[in-house]
């Protein structure tokens, strides 16, 4: 069954973005499609600029700690403290700042390829300028070659430290950086087995990294000798592991599944995934050309897969950000958000990353979905609080001024908190101008919503200021915004 | 004109909500008695990693005030249990309830491979999953879609929390977070919400908006129910103004209703005290020793202690020594606690950790918690164990 035109090219930009922006509804559906497709990859061709967010001070601590650790020297509890206190606040600073180009950013693309690397390739760690130079990493290559990307990802220092791959010695090998390269990264789980794994890890061996990030190579920690690995021997080293991964076809179908979940619909159609996961595999594993295939496939635009995804809590923020263009004057409230929604960007559940689909809805995140966007229009107080998080608290709330710390804390998570967003509705009401009364409601709903909306018409109607024109489609939108059908792209 | 705050937030009648659900939830509506000797699961966990040798104290242990020399809690300060064991001096009531019978205590628990990550090691306790394997399902969760596999009874497990733990969700059938029952009724049963909900058609329940529906409309079914069961019989006993007491008092109310619920989830922390440990443990003991002496009190006054388990956990305890800021970094091994009026075994469950036998400074488990699970599981809520684990399981004679 076919689809409208505008429809068809919102679906694009939910999938290939974090939604439309404030677009005119007969633009929508007047763009070609493929017109719209090449414009999308055209935007996102650019290198991205780095994000650096963390303090001087940080980063020369941590540029001046090999010369320290030579000295036998150690870092002063005043240095430690900083260290601590900033790169805190330096990983909130970079959550918001990336939320910001989710929503702002030309490369809608890039971003949200990149926000699915960033569950892919899940690290957590509270040292700020590791976490920037990983997200650097997944940024830059997020539209290149896979090989690339793994390559560079298993040789940040977030990753390394993460998995423990300092540990890994030659005497004393650590496989949790093997296990999970195989694992979550290239293969999936069935597909390799323990000796493989234990193989893999002496190759690895010596790999690590400095305080500043930088990956490093510690000869006299590699195992040179002889490894058997996925049927293949020789004297491999951790490049030529992650070569035999790459070589791999299993690796190309691990990622083209994972992508069409995430991408196309959570409801796998063999065919089709094998289609993409030969030509992904035999093309290099260009990434791009990966999603150039998706987007350029009718099935893509298929009924079953518009309106099939529940949006990340992320890709709800951000789209609610760009289709109603707003400042808001607290932006840590959106952490909040996260929190609660069980999204916060740098702190995924665990290595596997989020699980998605079914798993971000339960009754507590569902019921706070559908108040998001009255609490924006009403600036209504949050009462919600997240549990603490203790990887971040890290035996900070005992230190002498607690009290005082615990107040800033709790008002940091947002106890209490309005979102205070100031819209700018005369921008978005200007969209429907040619959009003739009775056809209004119509307009806004098909807008608004990637698949069709049960709630009725006699609904909607008796929530709807109709005092004027203006009012009549701010609280039309708000109430869309405010269903089950919303979470939906 | 909804827009405008107040109006969001009016509540309808009760009556009102009820009637307004779809058809689908309807069966759901009927009264749902609990059978006579309906056991109870409470279960209190100790986030950040609670230090077990600071709880637990070996007093007797040379090994234990060498590598403490600031951190270890003198024998007369403690609360004597054994010759050898001693509680933690703001451990009062439980030291009480140790003497009457009601407390057991279980040493050395803890998993293969432990992980020192707070997140990572909370998980492996919530999903119940091999060190190295990912799973996203909870092990209440799992009980949940074992127990309630075609029936809607989302009230079968509830945290109060803002946030629904992973422990929670099961692949099916998630539990229900709320902090306070008024407060999810009026958020539940905004007059849009339940229009939106009474309006929507479709009840194949295949499409995912559909699964959104259901959710949508079991919360406020759900809302309704517990707000309707927390008046029935609120609870007299005074207890604790806290976040833990607050949380108890409503689990008490609950309790005493004839709510479906089965398992109760509560968290208390931060116990993660890599600085000034000795404060911030004594706060949060003073704490829960406080909300649970009430809650036990108000168990027993209303004849309801037979039926309740209430269990406490961490991810981890802590190192052995203590670390230069008058604290301890994150260890492994740690104790649990089980207070009931219907303990098959009292006190000493098993040995004290044994110092002198270390792994890189951190303590061996010798129980599996799993295997506490099991044995909650399959003789305190009567559930197929082996189906909810996805294994074999011996089980621990407390129970």
Request: glycine share 6%; proline share 3%; net charge neutral.
């Amino acid at each position: 069954m076919g689809i409208s035109n505008q429809l068809k090219n919102q679906h694009l930009l939910w999938r290939a973005g974090f939604g439309p922006d404030t677009v005119p509804v007969d633009e929508l559906s007047s763009d070609s499609n493929k017109k719209l497709i090449k414009a999308i990859f055209k935007a996102s061709e650019k290198v991205p600029a780095y994000i650096d967010v963390a303090d001087p001070a940080i980063k020369e601590i941590y540029q001046g700690m090999e010369e320290m650790y030579r000295q036998k020297r150690q870092l002063t509890e005043e240095q430690r403290k900083l260290v601590r206190d900033r790169s805190r606040d330096g990983i909130r600073a970079l959550n918001l700042t990336w939320l910001n180009q989710m929503v702002h950013s030309e490369q809608q693309l890039r971003e949200k390829v990149s926000l699915f690397w960033h569950g892919h390739f899940a690290c957590r760690t509270v040292n700020i300028v590791h976490q920037q130079q990983l997200l650097d990493a997944i940024r830059r290559n997020a539209l290149g070659k896979f090989p690339d990307l793994l390559r560079e990802v298993s040789k940040s220092g977030a990753m390394l430290n993460f998995l423990n791959n300092n540990q890994n010695r030659k005497d004393h090998p650590n496989e949790n950086f093997a296990r999970e390269v195989m694992e979550l990264f290239t293969l999936g789980r069935g597909n390799y087995t323990e000796d493989d794994i234990k193989e893999a890890a002496r190759a690895f061996t010596g790999w690590g990294s400095n305080a500043s990030g930088n990956f490093v190579f510690r000869k006299n920690q590699h195992d040179t000798a002889k490894k058997k690995v996925l049927g293949k021997s020789g004297n491999f080293n951790g490049d030529d592991i992650l070569d035999i991964l790459i070589q791999h076809p299993q690796t190309a179908q691990y990622i083209t599944r994972k992508v069409y979940r995430y991408f196309v619909n959570e409801t796998e159609n063999e065919e089709q995934i094998k289609w993409l996961a030969d030509r992904f595999y035999k093309g290099g594993y260009d990434i791009s050309a990966l999603f150039q295939d998706i987007f350029t496939s009718d099935w893509f635009y298929d009924q079953r897969n518009v309106g099939s995804i529940i949006k990340s809590p992320v890709l709800l923020i951000a789209g609610i950000r760009r289709a109603i263009p707003m400042e808001i004057s607290n932006e840590e409230v959106q952490i909040t958000l996260q929190r609660l929604l069980g999204q916060q960007l740098f702190y995924p559940p665990n290595v596997a990353g989020w699980p998605g689909g079914k798993n971000w809805i339960d009754s507590s995140s569902l019921m706070l979905r559908l108040r998001i966007p009255q609490m924006i229009y009403a600036e209504d107080t949050l009462t919600l609080k997240p549990k603490d998080d203790d990887d971040q608290m890290m035996g900070m709330k005992d230190q002498g001024d607690r009290k005082q710390k615990m107040k800033a804390f709790a008002q940091k998570r947002g106890g209490g908190q309005v979102i205070a967003a100031t819209v700018n509705w005369d921008a978005y009401t200007k969209l429907f101008e040619k959009i003739s009364r009775e056809k209004l409601l119509p307009a806004i709903s098909s807008s608004v919503l990637q698949t069709s909306n049960s709630v009725t018409v006699s609904t909607l109607d008796k929530y709807i200021d109709n005092s004027s024109r203006e009012n009549y489609i701010r609280s039309a939108t708000i109430q869309l915004m405010s269903t089950p059908e919303y979470q939906l792209c | 004109m909804l827009l405008k705050r107040k109006e969001f937030l009016q509540i309808g009648s009760l009556a009102t909500a009820s009637m307004m659900l779809p058809k689908f939830m309807k069966a759901f509506e009927a009264p749902h008695l609990v059978p006579p000797g309906n056991k109870v699961l409470v279960i209190l966990q100790l986030s950040g990693g609670n230090d077990g040798l600071n709880t637990v104290i070996p007093v007797r242990n040379d090994i234990y005030y060498k590598v403490r020399p600031k951190l270890g809690i003198a024998p007369d300060n403690a609360l004597r249990l054994t010759d050898d064991a001693a509680l933690h001096p703001a451990l009062t009531g439980m030291k009480e309830l140790y003497d009457n019978g009601h407390l057991g205590i279980l040493n050395n628990v803890g998993y293969p491979n432990p992980d020192r990550s707070h997140f990572r090691s909370m998980d492996i306790w919530h999903s119940a999953s091999d060190s190295d394997k990912y799973v996203y399902t909870g092990w209440l969760g799992r009980y949940l879609d074992a127990q309630c596999k075609g029936c809607d009874k989302p009230t079968q497990a509830l945290e109060l929390d803002d946030m629904l733990s992973m422990a929670m969700k099961g692949e099916h059938i998630k539990g229900l977070a709320m902090k306070d029952p008024r407060r999810l009724f009026n958020t539940s049963n905004e007059k849009f919400f339940r229009e939106v909900v009474k309006n929507h058609q479709d009840e194949h329940g295949e499409q995912t908006v559909d699964y959104l529906y259901k959710t949508m409309a079991e919360t406020m079914s759900s809302a309704d129910y517990i707000f309707k069961q927390s008046r029935i019989h609120p609870t007299s006993t005074v207890y604790p103004s806290t976040d833990i007491g607050n949380s108890l008092k409503t689990i008490a109310s609950l309790i005493f209703s004839d709510i479906n619920t089965k398992v109760y989830y509560l968290s208390l922390g931060s116990f993660d005290t890599h600085v000034g440990q000795d404060g911030q443990q004594r706060r949060l003991f003073t704490e829960m020793n406080a909300a649970i002496s009430a809650f036990v009190k108000d168990m027993q006054q209303n004849n309801r202690f037979q039926d309740v388990m209430l269990m406490t956990f961490s991810e981890f305890g802590r190192r052995v020594a203590q670390n230069a800021s008058g604290g301890t970094d994150h260890g492994t091994a740690n104790n649990m606690f089980f207070v009931s009026g219907a303990l098959k075994q009292k006190g000493l469950l098993n040995e004290l950790p044994d110092l002198s036998n270390l792994k890189n400074g951190d303590l061996q488990y010798s129980v599996d918690f799993k295997n506490v699970y099991a044995t909650l599981l399959n003789k305190w809520l009567g559930a197929d164990d082996r189906q909810i684990l996805g294994r074999e399981l011996s089980y621990l004679d407390f129970v």
